[in-house]
C-alpha cells in the first residue's frame, strides 16, 4: 500500500491518509491503532484532549516500526496557550506517547476570546526549535487567526486542520491557506456519519460508477482536492476499506457534483463554529 506524500512549507513531508484517533476510547486505542499499522497506516492523528495518547505509544512501541517511516501528530489544548505552558504540555505529551519528538504539533483551537492564539503560536516555533516537533501547524482556524499568525510571527503553519466535508468546505479558508503555501487537513472528512452523506446521489453514484463505497469515494474526493486526511473507524474492515483509495479515480464531473453539496450557507457544519469555542 503506497500512500502519496505531500511536501510541506518547511521541506517535510507528511503522508495524505492516516488514522485519527478522536473518541477512540483510551482501553481501546492500543489495539485499534496497532490494527492500524498492521495493515499499513504510518500516519497518526491524536490530541492530549483525546485521553489517548498512552495508548497510541503503547501500539508505536510495540509495532516494531521504524520512528522515521511513522508520522505522528499531536495538539496543543486551549488552556494552555499562556506563558510557558506550551512546553510543559508538549513534554507530557511526549511522554505518553513514547517519544522523543512528534512529527506535528497543532494550536488545537484559536480561542479567539482569548486572543493568545499567536503568543501559543510563537511558542511553538520555539518548540519546533529545541527539536520537540518536526513542523507546526495550527487547528480550526480562521483566514483572520491565519492572517494574524503570519503576519505577527513571519513563521506560516505547515497545515490548518479544518472540519472539512463535502456539505462544510470553508472554500475561503482552504483557498487563503492554499495561497500561503499551507495545507488543509480535514477533519470530521465523513461528516463524522451526522447527515445522510452516502445517500445523497452525488455520491452513490460516484461510488456505484467505481465499484466501491460511498466513504470511499468521499474519501478520494478530498484526496483529489490535495486534502489530507484521516478518517475514524475502530473497526478492522473500516480501517481496511478507508486506506483503499488509491485505486480508482474521480472524474471531473463527479468531483463538480460533490463540490456542490455544499449550501454556502454554513449550515453544514457539524462541529462548533471556531469563534464560539473559547
Ligand atoms: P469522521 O468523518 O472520520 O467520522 C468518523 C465516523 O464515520 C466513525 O465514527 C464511523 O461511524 C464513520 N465511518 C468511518 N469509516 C466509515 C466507513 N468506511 N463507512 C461508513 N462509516 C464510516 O470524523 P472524525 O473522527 O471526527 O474525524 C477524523 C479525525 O479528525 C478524528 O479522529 C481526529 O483525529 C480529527 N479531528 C480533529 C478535530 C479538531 O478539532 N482538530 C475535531 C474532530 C476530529
Given at each position: 500500500m503506497t500512500?502519496?506524500?505531500?511536501?510541506?512549507?518547511?521541506?517535510?513531508t507528511i503522508p495524505q491518509l492516516g488514522y485519527g484517533v478522536f473518541q477512540v476510547p483510551p482501553a481501546e486505542t492500543e489495539r485499534a491503532v496497532s490494527e492500524a499499522l498492521e495493515i499499513g497506516y504510518r500516519h497518526i492523528d491524536t490530541a492530549a484532549i483525546y485521553g489517548n495518547e498512552e495508548g497510541v505509544g503503547a501500539a508505536i512501541a510495540a509495532s516494531g516500526i521504524a520512528r522515521d517511516e511513522l508520522y505522528i501528530t499531536t495538539k496543543l489544548w486551549n488552556d494552555r496557550?499562556?506563558?510557558?505552558?506550551?512546553?510543559?504540555?508538549i513534554g507530557?505529551?511526549?511522554?505518553k506517547l513514547g517519544l522523543e519528538q512528534v512529527d506535528l504539533y497543532l494550536v488545537?483551537?484559536?480561542?479567539?476570546?482569548?486572543?493568545?492564539?499567536?503568543?501559543?503560536?510563537?511558542?511553538?516555533?520555539?518548540?519546533r526549535?529545541?527539536?520537540l516537533t518536526r513542523s507546526i501547524g495550527v487547528s480550526n482556524f480562521l483566514v483572520e487567526h491565519l492572517d494574524r499568525v503570519v503576519s505577527e510571527t513571519g513563521v506560516a503553519p505547515v497545515v490548518n486542520q479544518i472540519e472539512l466535508h463535502p456539505a462544510y468546505q470553508q472554500r475561503d479558508v482552504v483557498a487563503w491557506a492554499a495561497e500561503h503555501g499551507i495545507k488543509t487537513e480535514a477533519w470530521g472528512p465523513l461528516g463524522q456519519g451526522k447527515y445522510d452523506l452516502f445517500g445523497t446521489p452525488a455520491v452513490a453514484e460516484a461510488a456505484a460508477a467505481h465499484g466501491v463505497t460511498p466513504a470511499q469515494a468521499v474519501l478520494r474526493w478530498h484526496l483529489q482536492k490535495g486534502i489530507i486526511v484521516f478518517p475514524k473507524s475502530v473497526r478492522a474492515e473500516r480501517l481496511r476499506e478507508n486506506i483503499d483509495v488509491f485505486g480508482f479515480?474521480?472524474?471531473d464531473a463527479e468531483i463538480a457534483a460533490i463540490d456542490a453539496l455544499d449550501p454556502l450557507d454554513g449550515s453544514g457544519r457539524v462541529g462548533t463554529h471556531p469563534n464560539e469555542f473559547n
Open positions: 500512500i502519496p506524500a505531500l511536501e510541506l512549507n518547511d521541506g517535510t496557550h499562556d506563558g510557558d505552558e506550551p512546553r510543559a504540555a507530557e505529551s511526549l511522554e488545537h483551537w484559536p480561542t479567539p476570546a482569548k486572543d493568545n492564539y499567536v503568543h501559543a503560536f510563537s511558542k511553538l516555533i520555539e518548540l526549535e529545541a527539536g479515480e474521480l472524474t
